[in-house]
């Protein structure tokens, strides 16, 4: 399964948070502070549609409110596929320290 940078930091969050429950504005660390303060719109949206995506794949459940035409996201929570997929990920990236 291919993920972004961003989805694999929000995983991350995820998985190191005490409950696995995260608020939407936490995920903003992943963006420099000047990027944040010049494309704040434009970050907020890349983010909402990474979330989604997530969602999509079973690896997080998003709490938040629908109205008729949009998705408000508030929280994000991740899912047990989730916690496995991040473990994984978390091994490869680490590897196996030589013996010698």
């Known amino acids: 399964m291919r993920l972004s940078k961003l989805q694999k930091y929000i995983l991350d969050k995820c998985f190191y948070t005490k409950k696995g429950v995260l608020g ?10 000047g990027d944040i303060e010049k ?3 434009k970050i907020a949206d890349t983010i909402h549609k990474s979330i989604e995506a997530l969602v999509k794949k079973d690896l997080l459940v998003a ?13 994000v929570k ?8 991040i473990k994984e990920l978390i091994q490869n990236m680490q590897g196996k320290l030589p013996i010698k």
């Open 24 to 33: 939407k504005r936490d995920l903003f660390g992943f963006y420099s502070i």
């Open 63 to 75: 709490f938040g409110h629908k109205t008729a035409k949009k998705w408000f996201i508030h929280k």
């Open 39 to 41: 494309r704040k719109k």
């Open 78 to 85: 991740i899912t047990r596929k989730g916690k496995k997929l």
